[in-house]
Nanobody
Framework: QLQASGGGVVQPGGSLRLSCTAS???????ITWFRQAPGKERERVSC????????YYADSVKGRFIGSRDNAENKILLEMSSLEPEDTAVYYC?????????????????????WGQGTLVTVSS
């Protein structure tokens, strides 16, 4: 019920904007972005609260990634800049069931009930 899009191939130092949409209203949902690089575990990258007033960024992306939301368009965005080859991964958006909305931004994958299908980001020269 979530759809992640916006991935692609970009050179180091480049930028991409990821988008997460849903078949239901995201107004009350905090959204978390994860990524999974080949051969590695899925890791939490960024979170944004339902109001957009609270955000979290992993140390590895802090200062380069910015999360935002457009509730009018039912869309969550992740602006990625100064991309590095180490950012190459499949990126997923996720959120818990409405009965556990406060669990968003958990690093534990099992807390999440809804996942986007993933969008591939490749950073390569």
């Amino acid at each position: 019920q979530l759809q992640a899009s916006g991935g692609g191939v970009v050179q180091p130092g480049g930028s991409l904007r990821l988008s997460c949409t849903a078949s239901f209203s995201l107004d009350y949902y905090g959204i978390t972005w994860f990524r999974q690089a080949p051969g590695k575990e899925r890791e939490r990258v960024s979170c944004i609260s339902s109001s957009g007033g609270a955000t979290y960024y992993a140390d590895s992306v802090k200062g380069r990634f910015i999360g935002s939301r457009d509730n009018a368009e039912n869309k969550i965005l992740l602006e990625m800049s100064s991309l590095e080859p180490e950012d190459t991964a499949v990126y997923y958006c996720a959120t818990p069931d409405w009965r556990r909305l406060g669990a968003y931004c958990s690093s534990a994958i099992h807390e999440y009930d809804y996942w986007g299908q993933g969008t591939l980001v490749t950073v390569s020269s």
